[in-house]
């Protein structure tokens, strides 16, 4: 009997494991063939011919799809693990969620710390190296020698990344053991380079998700139908019109030979054609798109920043009366067995808007930074490295996600699997700054945005506007729209 006994549990084992991989599977194939979608609809397109440079590029291609696919699991990961939890407790012995386990988001927490390690430092590395490669001197041209090349830097890479992470552990905790520990290249040396990684992704999302949640306001702004209060559209169609005929006039009278204008008029004449299309949109759009869609969008958003300061500033509070607050405190309960939300489903569901809330709006704040403003993906005109700094770009927000919205209170889940284990998340000087800069940083960039046009009339009012003291009249000349039909205004 005790044979049979094994035998039988040996099994349940193996087809829950088979049961796991096929799910695993199934989850990153959708994501994958999304992940591709996206991609090729910003790519460049690029000749069909089959050459070195074209090989070169679908190697880069898959590898960056795989590294997006990856940011969207991360991304996912939080959301689902707290909506499994609630459907564990809310049915806990029906037959057909018996899939959906702790082992199964144990074993989702690690693939994807897994390959966001991998993704960071062997893949992207590697296709960036392969694409800009053209093989040693001397060599037979050709992929052999651009992998050669490839893998040579990416061994330069490693070996600059090791030292400079052994001198900074040394400068920062200079022990002997700690020393040692750094020789253990898979237990200690690359957890402790992920969770540099996870610090500055943190700090990145600490400075873009303030811009983004002040920002979003002007981005649905440009989305949706603004209410016409006081406002004439037909009279602004028609000197829209008048002043797109006068340009196009212009531009047929001028001479081949002036370059410079010729195309600085086509650029003009673009921008006037898509304020019309705007005027004519605005017109055509239904009273209920103007007048209800528009300001519930508005108040959803601000209820929602709203609650996102809230949250934040009760975990300031959390964090100075109760050590369990910690990001690195003592372990919950477990999946399935107690709800981590004092609202039950509907604090779960809030949870998980807010997180996607928040990656939105980093994602937003990102590229509206002036530094990272040249990375915005352009359709059909981006180029592969700069699709690769992308996908990097975002695997680092999406993999600093869950660590930042378990350190600022949104959310009471435990972090699983290598997320738990970076030691700055057990330092209550770092956990409590980064609460309190959060907190003061996204207020000062609310009070910011909805003060800048009382600021501007001030300044007018009091013969200031010349001396350039505020952005907002700089702001007010560079919204105008591009030619893809986006403002360009932080």
């Known amino acids: 009997m005790e044979g049979q006994d094994e035998v039988s549990a040996r099994e349940q084992h193996f087809h829950s494991q088979v049961r796991e991989s096929t799910i695993c599977f199934l989850l990153f194939a959708i994501l994958y063939v999304v992940s591709y979608f996206i991609i090729t609809r910003y790519k460049r397109k690029s000749d069909e011919q089959e050459d070195e440079d074209a090989i070169v590029n679908r190697i880069s291609l898959f590898l960056s799809t795989f590294t997006l696919a990856v940011s969207a699991g991360a991304v996912l990961l939080l959301p689902f693990s707290i909506i499994s939890n609630e459907i564990l407790l809310s049915f ?36 960036f190296f392969f694409l800009e490669s053209e093989g040693f001197a001397g060599l037979k041209k050709g992929i052999r020698a651009r992998i050669l090349e490839t893998l040579v830097m990416l061994l330069l890479l490693a070996l600059l990344i090791l030292g400079i992470v052994w001198v900074a552990s040394a400068l920062i905790d200079n022990d002997a053991a700690s020393m040692e520990s750094l020789y253990d290249l898979w237990e200690f040396y690359l957890p402790y380079l992920y969770s540099c990684i996870s610090l500055m992704g943190c700090l990145l ?30 009279e602004q169609i028609y000197i829209i019109t008048l002043e797109e005929e006068a340009l196009q006039r212009r531009l047929n009278g001028l001479s081949s030979s002036v370059e410079y204008n010729i195309m600085e008029l086509e650029q003009e004449l673009e921008n006037v054609k898509t304020l019309k299309t705007k005027l004519e949109r605005r017109k055509k759009a239904s009273a209920w798109e103007r007048n209800l869609v528009y300001p519930a969008v508005m108040v959803l958003l601000l209820i929602e920043t709203s609650i996102s300061v809230l949250l934040v500033a009760c975990n300031i509070l959390c964090l100075l009366v109760d050590e369990t607050a910690m990001p690195k405190g003592t372990r919950g309960p477990g999946i399935g067995n107690a709800s981590l939300s004092t609202f039950g489903f509907v604090g779960a569901a809030l949870e998980i808007i807010l997180i996607f809330y928040l990656m939105v709006s980093s994602v937003v704040g990102f590229y509206s ?29 999406s993999s600093a996600l869950p660590v930042m919205s378990r350190t600022l209170g949104i959310t009471r889940f435990d972090l699983l699997g290598d997320f738990g284990r970076f030691n700055w998340l057990g330092n209550f000087y770092i956990v409590l700054s980064y609460n309190l800069l959060f907190a003061i940083v996204t207020t000062l960039c609310l009070v910011r945005k909805f003060t800048s046009a009382v600021r501007e009339e001030l300044f007018k009012a009091l013969g200031l506007h010349k001396l350039h003291l505020s952005n907002t009249s700089r702001d007010s000349e560079t919204a105008k729209p591009s030619v893809n039909g986006h403002q360009k205004a932080l």
């Open 369 to 397: 930074l002036r530094f990272f403003g040249n990375f915005t993906p352009k359709k059909d005109d981006t180029t592969m490295t700069k699709i690769i700094g992308n996908c990097v770009s975002i695997l680092v927000l």
């Open 205 to 234: 999302l600490l400075l873009c998700t303030p811009v983004g949640l002040s920002r979003m306001f002007t981005v649905m702004g440009q989305l949706l139908v603004k209410p016409t209060i006081l406002e004439d559209l037909d």
């Open 92 to 127: 806990p012995h029906n037959y057909y969620i018996q899939w959906l386990n702790g082992s199964l988001i144990h074993g989702l927490w690690n693939l994807a710390s897994l390959f966001s390690n991998l993704c960071l430092f062997v893949l992207m590395p590697f296709a």
